[in-house]
Nanobody
Framework: QEQFVESGGGLVQPGGSLRLSCTTSTNIFSNGPAGWYRQAPGKQRELVAR???????NYTDSVKGRFTISRDNAKNTVYLQMNSLKPEDTAVYYCNAVLLFQRAPWGQGTQVTVSS
């Protein structure tokens, strides 16, 4: 069964940076678009960035110009570089496939807290 292991979160001041990593147990991200999601307290999980097999990337408006998603298929790993972090970026971040039929059980996620 597919397993996701997210890491790299932590406590950072506004304006700071973090790099998240997501490693999978299979090559699921080589077969379709991969996504980074986040869920803030009291809110629904949202897709913040996705990367297609071609390398094309999309971002939700609130993170455009600040976040960068990338992938290393050889390592079955997807990354999320987050710069200029804001308090509203505080959430648990998860990775998963973007296409519903490829979606696997969610991992534990990694907590990102942006606070002074």
């Amino acid at each position: 069964q597919e397993q996701f292991v997210e890491s790299g979160g932590g406590l950072v001041q506004p304006g700071g940076s973090l790099r998240l990593s997501c490693t999978t147990s299979t090559n699921i991200f080589s077969n379709g678009p991969a996504g980074w999601y986040r869920q803030a307290p009291g809110k629904q999980r949202e897709l913040v960035a996705r990367i297609f097999i071609s390398g094309t990337t999309n971002y939700t408006d609130s993170v455009k110009g600040r976040f960068t998603i990338s992938r290393d298929n050889a390592k079955n790993t997807v990354y999320l570089q987050m710069n200029s972090l804001k308090p509203e970026d505080t959430a648990v971040y998860y990775c998963n496939a973007v296409l519903l039929f490829q979606r696997a059980p969610w991992g534990q996620g990694t907590q990102v807290t942006v606070s002074s």
